[in-house]
C-alpha cells in the first residue's frame, strides 16, 4: 500500500514518442543535484538548495519512493514527475487528492517535454486509479508552469498567498473509465 493506495510500485516503464518514465537508478544522483541546486529550476520554489550540502544529503539512489518517476530522455534523466497525495494539512481544496509535480532541467525546457511527461502520467494515473481528482500548485508568477496546468486540463480552485507569493490550485476532474 503507498499514498497512492494499493498501487504496486514500481511499475513497468512509461514510454512515450520521446521519453521514458521509470523508476530512479544510482546513475541519476547528480541530476537529482543538479535539479536541486538549480537557481532556475527552483525560481519559485524558495530557492535553491546548498550544492555541497546536497552532496552530503541525497542518497544514493534518491528519489526512491512511490510516484516517483525519473524523466528520461535517451538513457538520460532530464527530470522528474511527482505523484503522492496531498498532505492532510494542506488546503483544503487538495486535502487527500493526489497532487502532481513536476521538476525539468533548464536545458530540457521549451521542448514539451513537461507536458509530454506530465500527460503519460497522468495517463497512467487514469488506468490504475480511475476516476482520482489531481490537484496541482504553482505560484501564478511561473507563466509556464500556469500554461502546462491549462493544457493538462486542470481548472483554477483557487488563489492564495503563500510563501511571500501569490499560489494558484488547480483541480483536474477524474477521468470517466470509457465503457
Same mark, same amino acid.
Given at each position: 500500500?503507498?499514498?497512492?493506495?494499493?498501487?504496486?510500485?514500481? =511499475?513497468? =516503464?512509461?514510454?512515450?514518442?520521446? $521519453?521514458?518514465?521509470?523508476?530512479?537508478?544510482?546513475?541519476?544522483?547528480?541530476? @537529482?543535484?543538479?535539479?536541486?541546486?538549480?537557481?532556475?529550476?527552483?525560481?519559485?520554489?524558495?530557492?535553491?538548495?546548498?550544492?555541497?550540502?546536497?552532496?552530503?544529503?541525497?542518497?544514493?539512489?534518491?528519489?526512491?519512493? =512511490?510516484?516517483?518517476?525519473?524523466?528520461?530522455?535517451?538513457?538520460?534523466?532530464? +527530470?522528474?514527475?511527482? $505523484?503522492?497525495?496531498?498532505?492532510?494539512?494542506?488546503?483544503?481544496?487538495?486535502?487527500?487528492?493526489?497532487?502532481?509535480?513536476?521538476? @525539468?532541467?533548464?536545458?530540457?525546457?521549451? @521542448?514539451?517535454?513537461?507536458?509530454?511527461?506530465?500527460?503519460?502520467?497522468?495517463?497512467?494515473?487514469?488506468?490504475?486509479?480511475?476516476?482520482?481528482?489531481?490537484? $496541482?500548485?504553482?505560484?501564478?508568477?511561473?507563466?509556464?508552469?500556469?500554461?502546462?496546468?491549462?493544457?493538462?486540463? @486542470?481548472?483554477?480552485?483557487?488563489?492564495?498567498?503563500?510563501?511571500?507569493?501569490?499560489?494558484?490550485? +488547480?483541480?483536474?476532474?477524474?477521468?470517466?473509465?470509457?465503457?
Amino acid at each position: 500500500m503507498t499514498d497512492l493506495g494499493p498501487v504496486a510500485w514500481p =511499475p513497468a =516503464p512509461i514510454r512515450t514518442e520521446r $521519453l521514458v518514465l521509470r523508476e530512479p537508478e544510482a546513475r541519476d544522483r547528480a541530476a @537529482f543535484i543538479e535539479l536541486l541546486a538549480s537557481p532556475e529550476v527552483h525560481t519559485y520554489l524558495g530557492g535553491p538548495r546548498p550544492h555541497d550540502e546536497l552532496e552530503r544529503e541525497v542518497p544514493g539512489v534518491p528519489g526512491q519512493w =512511490p510516484g516517483c518517476f525519473v524523466v528520461d530522455l535517451d538513457g538520460a534523466m532530464i +527530470g522528474e514527475i511527482l $505523484l503522492r497525495r496531498a498532505p492532510e494539512h494542506g488546503r483544503p481544496a487538495a486535502v487527500g487528492k493526489v497532487d502532481l509535480g513536476y521538476l @525539468f532541467l533548464p536545458r530540457a525546457w521549451g @521542448f514539451g517535454y513537461a507536458a509530454e511527461a506530465c500527460a503519460a502520467a497522468l495517463d497512467w494515473l487514469d488506468g490504475i486509479l480511475p476516476g482520482e481528482p489531481v490537484v $496541482l500548485h504553482t505560484q501564478t508568477a511561473n507563466v509556464s508552469s500556469m500554461r502546462l496546468a491549462a493544457k493538462l486540463g @486542470f481548472t483554477e480552485v483557487e488563489r492564495f498567498h503563500a510563501w511571500d507569493a501569490e499560489q494558484w490550485l +488547480g483541480l483536474r476532474s477524474p477521468a470517466t473509465p470509457s465503457d
